[in-house]
């Protein structure tokens, strides 16, 4: 248990619909990322939350879109899903400041189906 | 693309040291080399991380060459419930401290 709670667990939305994941970090923790684990393959970086600001994005369209709020709490959005947006999707939480190497906790991911 | 290359799958007997091998021949002077595991349907689980010098924890020790070319993460005593997809990321703590995962190594222990 890594303090860091993910919700939905699971969801299933509709080629073209809208969703907002939701993660809770670990308390203390000023820190979060996203990732997008296609099924059979590592996770794939999409962005990095510190302190309410963006500090860094992986190779993701904008559709993909984030906040991070007061209590370091985090949504992923996605707009107009694509079958292909069908993936885990991680968040992990840290207490590092940007330029210093720090681990990352993850939590259980939140599983989305788009048909 | 990820910059590591591990082996996609070992096998390790229970109580046996899990030696899992990485090469980064690539990396720069301020990347440090960070390893992962994922038991399945979980989320990634950090083990350790080091830049040049060997380290140590509760969970495993990390052994860097030299020339900071390759790695080997160390399980000094695997368990059954050390079965998990291990990820050798190597990262330079800017552009957010973006992971990179390849597709790592797939470590069985056997009874």
């Known amino acids: 248990e890594t303090g860091v709670t993910q919700s939905p667990t699971h969801l299933i939305k509709t080629r073209g619909q809208q969703v907002t994941l939701r993660c809770s970090s670990q308390s203390g923790h000023n820190t979060v990322s996203w990732y997008q684990q296609a099924l059979g393959q590592g996770p794939q970086f999409i962005f990095q939350?510190?302190?309410?600001?963006?500090?860094g994005r992986g190779n993701f369209p904008p559709r993909f879109s984030g906040l991070q709020f007061p209590n370091y709490s985090s949504e992923l959005n996605v707009n107009a899903l694509e079958l292909d947006d069908s993936a885990l999707y991680l968040c992990?939480?840290?207490?590092?400041?940007?330029?210093?190497?720090?681990?990352?906790?993850f939590g259980p991911g939140t599983r989305l189906t788009v048909t | 693309d990820a910059k590591t290359t591990q082996p996609p799958s070992m096998d390790c007997a229970e109580g046996r040291a899990a030696n899992l091998p990485c090469n980064h021949s690539?990396?720069?002077?301020?990347?440090?080399v960070y390893w992962y595991r994922q038991i399945h349907s979980q989320g990634p689980q950090y083990i350790i991380h080091g830049l040049k010098n060997n380290e140590t924890n509760e969970m495993a020790s990390l052994i860097i060459t030299e020339d900071r070319k390759s790695s080997t993460l160390i399980l000094p005593h695997a368990t059954l419930r050390d079965t998990a997809v291990y990820y050798c990321i190597v990262s330079d703590n800017n552009a957010g401290n973006m992971l990179t995962f390849g597709g790592g190594t797939r470590l069985m222990v056997k009874p």
């Open positions: 992990a939480s840290s207490s590092g400041t940007p330029g210093t190497a720090y681990e990352q906790y």
């Open positions: 939350y510190y302190r309410e600001e963006e500090n």
């Open positions: 690539t990396i720069s002077g301020n990347e440090y």
